[in-house]
């Protein structure tokens, strides 16, 4: 069955920490990645997505990804974090037909100022 | 922003009764979803649309119906409402299916079945 898996549920780090959430998907085929962001009261958006070329994704507001197709993995990271990076982030699959997103649990991360 | 529009934004009902949930876009996007959102378990896919009166069950369809008479307007339906159905739900708009596409969504509705 297709699935993506966030380990974490809740990360708390202090400003200027770096940051590392885990994302591993089980999905046959060729795949899709994205990682969205939803900020308290709003709603979600985009912070980056592969499909192919470089493994290394680079989207907004400082985050990357890297896609390690021998893990199934798609982790995001952010080198530094800041208070406003405070929101729940979503990593989530989608194959080449039909563009139906396959979700993640979602990880809530808390930055203490 | 794209421009999507869900309303009502926060809903209160009783079980059994019926409720239908509006999705309104100005991007002129063919693709439409609707999605549940729940607490451990992130965002699933309820139902979507490919076209005007064309749509298809998603991962969680059950007690939920669509409807799609124009490009601009998605509805969902519950049926008979039920304290399950308690989530927040949130539409979602591509241009196309390839699966490389951003998805954008809408602010969300909140609704609370009691």
């Known amino acids: 069955a297709q699935s993506v898996s966030q380990h974490n549920h809740h990360v708390i780090l202090s400003e200027a920490a770096s940051l590392e959430l885990g994302c591993n998907y089980s999905?046959?085929?060729?795949?899709?990645l994205f990682w969205y962001v939803q900020y308290p009261g709003q709603h979600l958006q985009l912070l980056l997505k592969?499909?192919?070329?470089?493994?290394l994704v680079k989207g907004i507001k400082g985050f990357e990804a890297e896609f390690i197709k021998s893990k199934f993995s798609f982790n995001l990271r952010k080198p530094s974090v800041q208070w406003s990076d405070t929101a729940e982030y979503f990593c989530?699959?989608?194959?080449?037909?039909?563009?139906?997103?396959?979700f993640g649990q979602g990880t809530e991360l808390s930055v203490k100022p | 922003d794209a421009g999507i529009t869900q309303s009502p934004r926060h809903k209160v009902t009783e079980t059994g009764t019926p409720v239908t949930l509006r999705c309104h876009q100005t991007?002129?996007?063919?693709?439409m979803y609707w999605y549940r959102q729940d607490p451990g378990h992130g965002l699933r896919l309820i139902h979507y649309?490919?076209?005007?009166?064309?749509?298809d069950k998603g991962e969680v369809s059950d007690g939920y119906s669509v409807s799609r008479s124009k490009t601009e307007d998605f509805l969902l339906t519950l049926e008979s409402a039920t304290s399950s159905q308690t989530s927040v739900y949130f539409c979602?708009?591509?241009?196309?299916?390839?699966?490389?596409?951003?998805?954008?969504f809408g602010p969300g509705t909140r609704l609370l079945v009691l």
């Open positions: 979602a708009i591509s241009d196309g299916t390839s699966g490389r596409e951003t998805q954008y």
């Open positions: 592969y499909f192919s070329g470089d493994p």
């Open positions: 989530a699959v989608s194959g080449n037909q039909g563009g139906k997103l396959i």
């Open positions: 991007e002129n996007h063919r693709y």
């Open positions: 999905y046959g085929g060729t795949v899709n």
């Open positions: 649309s490919y076209g005007v009166k064309d749509t």
